[in-house]
T-cell receptor, first 114, second 112 residues
């Protein structure tokens, strides 16, 4: 049990669908992150939230829309995706910045876009 | 972000020590050296981190060169459960969050 949960664990969606990925952390952290891991590529940082405010958007296309309603929950809203967006999407959390706190990762959501 | 260089893959026999190297010649004075690993079909997990001095925890040891341009993650006795991709990452703590930029890492194979 990592303390960071993600749902669903697997998702298949068509290019015209709209879906959302959910992440929840039970660790009392105040920073949350979305990463994308494509086959044979390094993990890519997508979005960073600190105290529910987005502090980084790493040049992610607008078809990915994050939402952080509170410090425990993070969503990634998906619409009009492309097949190349098929990947493992990982959520992580950590204590706030100012010190090298470790990140705790969830198990990921395996997304397939058809 | 400062870059790290790691071998693509390494092998180790079970129950033997493993030394995983990482070069980071452009490291800045405020960069911390972090190690994470990713087991098959799982998200990454934190292993250890350090700034200047060598560090030990229950999972591993981190040896940092005196000039900080390289470091070595040491697994004292490799087990089959240590087979994973190991990532060496430099981070500069920020006020909001601590971003991690992953490279390709070192894939460790443990031979029974």
């Amino acid at each position: 049990e990592t303390g960071v949960t993600q749902t669903p664990r697997h998702l298949v969606m068509g290019m015209t669908n709209k879906k959302s990925l959910k992440c929840e952390q039970h660790l009392g952290h105040n920073a949350m992150y979305w990463y994308k891991q494509s086959a044979k590529k390094p993990l890519e940082l997508m979005f960073v939230y600190s105290l529910e405010e987005r502090v980084e958007n790493n040049s992610v296309p607008s078809r990915f829309s994050p939402e952080c309603p509170n410090s425990s929950h993070l969503f990634l809203h998906l619409h009009t995706l492309q097949p190349e967006d098929s990947a493992l999407y990982l959520c992580a959390s950590s204590q706030g910045g100012g010190a090298p706190y470790e990140q705790y990762f969830g198990p990921g959501t395996r997304l397939t876009v058809t | 972000d400062a870059k790290t260089t790691q071998p693509n893959s390494m092998e180790s026999n079970e129950e033997e020590p493993v030394h995983l190297p990482c070069n980071h010649s452009t490291i800045s004075g405020t960069d911390y050296i972090h190690w994470y690993r990713q087991l098959p079909s799982q998200g990454p997990e934190y292993v250890i981190h350090g700034l200047t001095s060598n560090v030990n925890n229950r999972m591993a040891s981190l040896a940092i060169a005196e000039d900080r341009k390289s470091s070595t993650l040491i697994l004292h006795r490799a087990t089959l459960r240590d087979a994973a991709v190991y990532y060496c990452i430099l981070t500069t703590p920020q006020t909001g969050a601590n971003n991690l930029f992953f490279g390709t890492g070192t894939r460790l194979t443990v031979i029974p």
